[in-house]
């Protein structure tokens, strides 16, 4: 009896669900969104405010601070600058470029992830120059790349993963593809705006040796010894150590016209349709597989992966894009809130954690970009009134421990300022408010300025 009233009302929110994705979705509506998200960025900001002032983040649910390393690096407001001037929220624009300009130091004594660094801070100031002018932003980011140049001094030419900021010293010569692959935007930009073409060349050559020693089938697996340039893990999939590597290559060629990234991007574009889309029911999920001989070897998908159903429409091919958003959606509704991994096979939770990610949000946006199809807004509208309804604390957003309690965790990283909000937002904004044509967005959804 419970069974079938269960699938009663399944089949009932299914139907509403297929219904409200081709409705109407007016102005007013989507005004409405885009002051809800600006309400959500204000009370974030005003957390951080009063508990996390100066630090890297906020721990919401203790209203205290915490920092990624010995001292703070800003992490929250260079991440927050460019949503804040988009979102047209002036007030707190301005407090946090008065911060940056008056705080950030990067000759501290901070052992760094080169990656992380590169996509919060790096990005974010080189967009504040782009976007404010005031050239203390570029000074911060040319300090900044100068530092994180020791670690591409292998024999490879692929960066060690840490270096430091004051001695140069690095460590961790087992990388992977996206943490090699995605500092190309950043230090190619860089370039671009000095003249100076240092960055660019050695951001290229650790991207493309990893593109060098791509499998037969076109694959390449998640970790790498950056000294021999041997796999030392030939999983493949598009999940982390893997997804923004692929997105970058294909970023890299519509910022820099560089067509060496274009032909590395359709070769492994065409073996990830290939030999990692699984279509079922509920959309197309991508699956891990053996990068040598394209071999299944696991059915987990989760919320990083979400991001290929937008790189697809926006690369061109929008049918697979909305095959896969199909997925993406589904694994959002089906757990309330999208769970960080689960099993597509069996439908079962593997990682129950949402940790404020953006990915869903940030496909939904490029394939109502694409298509114009009001079913993307009406995703978007269920995405983000989840975030809101569940993840509020009194003190910013929180984390949730598991998706099927909604019980929150003590973290507000700061890419729910620089991605989920700035998606969440644009979703519903109208196409000046960021034009795709005049700018590339880095993984962590930073504007760069198209220079031809």
Known sequence: MIKSVLLFVFSVLNLATHAQKDAKFSEEMKKEMMEKVKAAARHAWKGYK?????????????????????????????????????????????????????????????????????????????????????PKFLALARDLADRLMPAFNSPTG??????????GKTRDGINNPAEIGTLMLEFGQLSKITGDEKYYRAAKKGMMAVYEQRSSIGLVGEQIDIKTAKWVSTQSHISGYIDSYYEYLYKSWLLFGDRDFKRAFDVHNNALKKYLISKTDHGWFMRHVDMETGKETATLY??????????????????????????????WTRFNIEPEEFNFATDSVTSASYVLRPENLESCFYLYRMTGELKYLWQGKVMVESILDHCRSDAGFASLRSVKTFEQSNSMESFFFGETLKYAYLIFAPESALDLKKLVLTTEAHPFRIRK
């Open 50 to 134: 009063d508990y996390a002032w100066g630090a890297d983040d906020l721990r919401p649910l203790t209203k205290t601070s915490r920092n990624w390393y010995k001292e703070s690096m800003l992490m929250t407001p260079v991440d927050a600058f460019d949503t804040f001037t988009i979102l047209g929220l002036k007030t707190e624009a301005g407090e946090a470029k008065s911060l940056i300009l008056s705080k950030l130091n990067f000759n501290v004594d901070n052992d760094v992830q080169v990656f992380e660094v590169t996509i919060r801070l790096l990005a974010g100031l080189i967009t504040a120059y782009e976007i404010d002018g005031d």
């Open 158 to 167: 692929m960066p060690y993963r840490y270096v430091h900021l004051q001695t």
């Open 302 to 331: 989760g919320a990083l992966d979400a991001f290929y159903a937008g790189l697809c429409a926006f690369a061109g091919d929008v049918e697979s894009g909305r095959q896969i958003q199909e997925a993406n959606y589904y694994m």
